[in-house]
Antibody, heavy 118, light 110 residues
């Protein structure tokens, strides 16, 4: 059974860096074709893909956020960590961790709401 | 990268069929068969219902079907049921080496 769970702060201040951790189980990030990443959804708005990291260390990044985003994996700890720098209130959103196989997001975490406010 | 374009809302009566369009460009939907669709009920995480344009994951009702023509993908829900009332999002891989989502469609069952 594949599960993913997001953890991190729920309230961060503008200009700070957000660090979110996805802890997963039920699969290995060493398996060919598998990726884990992050998608966010501002309140009442559409989904937005942020970044993904794959079994072969390849990464994808949202071009509009690329300079602010880093994604890393720790295969042995079964975790993927997202960092988003220089936060703005517009970054307030629910952040989802996702499992990618065949270029589709087959499994999602429950999501974590992050509010950016001073 | 621009979001894929979906109608803001679509409605239908129980038992009817509805179709949601998702319009992109030759850099995303028109180029790749990596189109997927997600259903999201209020307060819940999205759920994959179609991948690779027309494939259904195990456990997803066969009332959901997907297709693509040129730069436009479509999701059809047949035999509309009350439980289908939700938001629906399309997504496609793109030449910007990432995934672009649609603007989202609210489905209402009358």
């Amino acid at each position: 059974q594949i599960t993913l769970k997001e953890s991190g702060p729920t309230l961060v201040k503008p200009t700070q860096t957000l660090t979110l951790t996805c802890t997963f189980s039920g699969f290995s990030l060493n398996t060919s074709g598998v990726g884990v990443g992050w998608i966010r959804q501002p309140p009442g708005k559409a989904l937005e893909c942020l970044a993904l990291i794959y079994w072969n260390d390849e990464e994808t990044h949202n071009p509009s956020l690329k300079n602010r985003l880093t994604i890393n994996k720790d295969t042995s700890r079964m975790q993927v960590v997202l960092k988003l720098a220089n936060l703005d209130p517009a970054d307030t959103a629910t952040y989802y961790c996702v499992y990618d196989e065949t270029s589709a997001f087959h499994y999602w975490g429950q999501g974590t709401l992050v509010t950016v406010s001073s | 990268q621009s979001a894929l374009t979906q109608p803001a809302s679509v409605s239908g009566s129980p038992g009817q069929s509805i179709t949601i369009s998702c319009t992109g460009t030759s850099s995303d939907i028109g180029l790749y068969n990596y189109v997927s669709w997600y259903q999201q009920h209020p307060g819940r995480a999205p759920k994959l219902i179609i991948y690779d344009v027309s494939h259904r994951p195990s456990g997803v009702s066969d009332r959901f079907s997907g297709s693509k023509s040129g730069n436009t993908a479509s999701l059809t829900i047949s035999g509309l049921q009350a439980e289908d009332e939700a938001d629906y999002y399309c997504t496609s891989y793109s030449t910007s080496s990432t995934f672009v989502f649609g603007t989202g469609t609210k489905v209402t069952v009358l």
